[in-house]
């Protein structure tokens, strides 16, 4: 029903700043809470930042609160995660997630619908 496609990851330097965008087909995108998860190699998949439907309460891990900001724009059915003061830790493969209960925190398990990723390297 919904296909999730993320752009805007790169190579950059510690310090640089990336926006990743998750662009949402079909008609129910504000239907949706959205968030951000990433892998990096040999590690498990976290959570990120989440977003409610309306926009109006955010969610952030720890390790990137103060760091990364989470937006959406129904208008455009597109989620953005702000990525600046990268740190070469916050290197992975960054995944666009959907949920149709509307919580800003997600778990992994309760994702409805994934992104194909998109990788962000951040050199020393």
């Known amino acids: 029903q919904v296909q999730l496609v993320e752009s805007g990851g790169g190579l950059v330097q510690a310090g640089d700043s990336l926006r990743l965008s998750c662009a949402a087909s079909g008609r129910t995108f504000s239907n949706l809470a959205m968030g951000w998860f990433r892998q990096a190699p040999g590690k498990g998949r976290e959570f990120v930042a989440g977003i409610n439907r309306s926009g109006g309460s955010t969610d952030y891990a720890d390790s990137v609160k103060g760091r990364f900001t989470i937006s959406r724009d129904n208008a455009k059915n597109t989620v953005y995660l702000q990525m600046n003061s990268l740190k070469p830790e916050d290197t992975a493969v960054y995944y666009c997630?959907?949920?149709?209960?509307?919580?800003?925190?997600?778990?992994?398990?309760?994702?409805?619908?994934w992104g194909q990723g998109t990788q962000v390297t951040v050199s020393s």
């Open positions: 997630a959907g949920r149709y209960r509307d919580s800003s925190y997600f778990i992994w398990s309760l994702v409805n619908y």
